[in-house]
């Protein structure tokens, strides 16, 4: 979760990317640890799966590739 905010400019930077309505919300889940389930997916778009939904939440995307588009999922498999 650090390396998302770190990539993505703090609380601040989360909250403008992702469109939420403060970053208060942001730096709760930097606090705990942990992006909510439902944020996973746009969380892991906005850094361009640098930090893949598998590394945000392995209980709910329980393979490396889980959560990544296909594209993407490919190249990463196949080294591309």
Same mark, same amino acid.
């Given at each position: 979760?650090?390396?998302?905010?770190?990539?993505?400019?703090?609380?601040?930077?989360? @909250?403008?990317?992702?469109?939420?309505?403060?970053?208060?919300?942001?730096?709760?889940?930097?606090?705990?640890?942990? %992006?909510?389930?439902?944020?996973?997916?746009?969380?892991?778009?906005?850094?361009?799966? @640098?930090?893949?939904?598998?590394?945000?939440?392995?209980?709910?995307?329980?393979? $490396?590739?889980?959560? %990544? $588009?296909?594209?993407?999922?490919?190249?990463?498999?196949?080294?591309?």
């Amino acid at each position: 979760v650090e390396k998302v905010f770190e990539s993505l400019g703090g609380p601040s930077g989360v @909250q403008k990317t992702l469109g939420l309505k403060t970053a208060w919300g942001a730096a709760k889940w930097l606090n705990a640890n942990r %992006i909510p389930p439902y944020r996973v997916i746009p969380v892991s778009r906005a850094v361009n799966y @640098q930090i893949t939904p598998h590394e945000l939440d392995p209980e709910l995307y329980p393979y $490396p590739s889980d959560g %990544i $588009p296909f594209p993407l999922n490919d190249e990463m498999n196949h080294g591309k």
